[in-house]
């Protein structure tokens, strides 16, 4: 089971303030803890929203809007990867991780489930109840590639 930990943003991280050293090092050393368990798949940090831009999907129309964006608290600042056996398996790795901020601010770490190919297969249109072999082969030879990729 794969699931995303989702770094919530705060002032700080949106102002493109870099974490102290103290924490540089603290999430290191977990990052490096939970790829020798083999459980990180990735694991990154994100620029603040004033670099990044949104696409607004309306009706067939595509617009581009510029960041920053408001609501900070409902931004991202950074995420991680893990494939781990269970949903508690996975809350008990992030209970682990050093706070994502001072420790005297509250921080979240939100943690989702990753859909796997698998899990839309009784929705296929022909599936008929089971796996359309098709689809799921176009699934495993993407992924095949992009594994490659990030070996690189």
Same mark, same amino acid.
């Given at each position: 089971?794969?699931?995303?930990?989702?770094?919530?943003?705060?002032?700080? %991280?949106?102002?493109g303030?870099?974490p102290?050293?103290e #924490?540089?090092?603290?999430?290191?050393?977990f990052? &490096?803890?939970?790829?020798?368990?083999?459980v990180?798949?990735?694991?990154?940090g994100?620029q603040?929203? %004033?670099?990044?831009?949104?696409v607004?999907? $309306?009706?067939?129309? /595509?617009?581009?809007?510029d960041?920053?964006?408001?609501?900070?608290?409902e931004?991202?600042?950074?995420?991680w990867?893990?494939?781990?056996? %269970?949903?508690?398996?996975?809350?008990?790795?992030?209970?682990r991780a050093?706070a994502?901020? $001072?420790?005297?601010?509250? %921080?979240?770490?939100?943690?989702?489930?990753?859909?796997e190919p698998t899990?839309?297969?009784? $929705?296929l249109?022909?599936?008929d109840?089971?796996?359309?072999?098709e689809w #799921? &082969?176009?699934?495993?030879?993407? /992924?095949?590639? #992009?594994?490659k990729?990030? /070996?690189?």
């Open positions: 089971m794969r699931f995303m930990a989702i770094v919530k943003a705060n002032k700080d %991280s949106e102002a303030v870099l102290k050293p #924490l540089f090092k603290a999430m290191g050393d990052n &490096e803890k939970m790829a020798k368990a083999g990180l798949l990735a694991g990154e994100l603040p929203t %004033s670099k990044g831009v949104r607004r999907f $309306d009706h067939g129309k /595509r617009t581009v809007i960041g920053p964006f408001a609501e900070t608290k931004l991202v600042a950074g995420f990867i893990l494939d781990v056996r %269970s949903k508690e398996e996975a809350i008990e790795w992030i209970k050093p994502p901020f $001072d420790d005297d601010e509250v %921080s979240e770490i939100e943690i989702r489930q990753v859909f899990d839309f297969a009784p $929705d249109p022909g599936a109840g089971g796996v359309v072999p #799921l &082969e176009r699934e495993r030879a993407l /992924r095949a590639e #992009l594994e990729k990030t /070996r690189k």
